[in-house]
Nanobody, 121 residues
């Protein structure tokens, strides 16, 4: 069984910072890309940032220059450092990862349960 568990969400004032973490656990052989998505009430889920196992990153235009994605491959963990937060960043943030389980030959995509980020004005 493979699990992704997020942490680090909360309530913060506009202009503040939060750091999200997402740890993968279970019978994992290898992790390919990892990413953060977010979903606000009444809106579609959107990709915030992604990172390959080699460290190549991509960002949504709305967060470029404010958010930084990173990963620790030894800990199977991905992070999202969020600075200069705005009220429009308020959403449930979910991590996802393409994981090759032990004794498997195919990567599958796994999702965490999400962590709430609320930015007050």
């Amino acid at each position: 069984q493979v699990q992704l568990v997020e942490s680090g969400g909360g309530l913060v004032q506009a202009g503040g910072s939060l750091r999200l973490s997402c740890a993968a656990s279970g019978s994992i052989s290898r992790i390919n890309a990892m990413a953060w998505y977010r979903q606000a009430p009444g809106k579609q889920r959107e990709l915030v940032a992604s990172i390959t196992n080699g460290g190549t990153t991509t960002y949504a235009d709305s967060v470029k220059g404010r958010f930084t994605i990173s990963r620790d491959n030894a800990k199977n963990t991905v992070y999202l450092q969020m600075n200069s937060l705005k009220p429009e960043d308020t959403a449930v943030y979910l991590c996802n990862a393409d994981i090759l389980r032990a004794y498997s030959v195919m990567y599958l995509t796994y999702w965490g349960q999400g962590t709430q980020v609320t930015v007050s004005s």
